[in-house]
Structures are given as structure tokens and as C-alpha cells.
């Protein structure tokens, strides 16, 4: 099972002395640059980590859909970013079927 990290931080006076753009800012800028790299839109954000040099999103996305929709092949792929949100990085995890659940 992913850990779900939450993707809306409250942003703090530190934050905004320091310039760290806030969660949710980078999550945006992030599916967007993914979208662009790859041609394939984020259904789900699962994870969202910040570890203060930058973060890690885990997302999932429809990679061939099919007819029914519950045979689409769906993939869980991490995107790494720098502290300002542009993406360093990404990686597919897995592919499996939409209607299939995880094991395990």
C-alpha cells in the first residue's frame, strides 16, 4: 500500500522568507511539466514529499485505454523535482490493468 503524504501544507512566514513555494504550487507546476514531457495526464496524485532540496510526487495515469475502461492499462510513475517544482526527473513504477487491485 503507497503511504498517502497530503499535498496541502499550510504556508508558514518561514516559508515565504526563505522563497519555498508551496505544496500545492509545485504539485501543479509538476503534473503540467510531466503532461508535456510525456503527453499523459495525472488521474491521482498518491504521493507528494518534500525533503527541503526538493519532492517526489508519485502518480498514477492512464497509459492505453481500452474498451471496457476497467481493462485500461494504467502506470504509477514518481516525478522528482528541484525546490522550485521543475521536474528532474521520472520513472515509471509499475503498469496493471485498471480493475485490478494490488496484492499484497
Do not use: C, Q
Not at 485505454?65 to 494504467?74: E, G, K, Y
Amino acid at each position: 500500500m503507497v503511504e498517502k503524504s497530503s499535498a496541502r501544507r499550510r504556508e508558514t512566514d518561514e516559508d515565504r522568507a526563505n522563497g519555498a513555494r508551496p505544496a500545492v504550487d509545485v504539485l501543479r507546476a509538476a503534473r503540467a511539466e510531466f503532461a508535456e514531457l510525456t503527453g499523459l495526464r495525472a488521474e491521482a496524485v498518491t504521493r507528494l514529499e518534500g525533503d527541503g532540496s526538493g519532492w517526489a510526487l508519485e502518480i498514477e495515469v492512464t497509459e492505453l485505454a481500452r474498451v471496457p475502461d476497467t481493462m485500461s492499462l494504467m502506470a504509477s510513475y514518481e516525478i522528482t523535482t528541484d525546490s522550485d517544482g521543475r521536474v528532474t526527473g521520472y520513472r515509471r513504477l509499475r503498469r496493471y490493468e485498471r480493475g485490478r487491485a494490488d496484492h499484497g
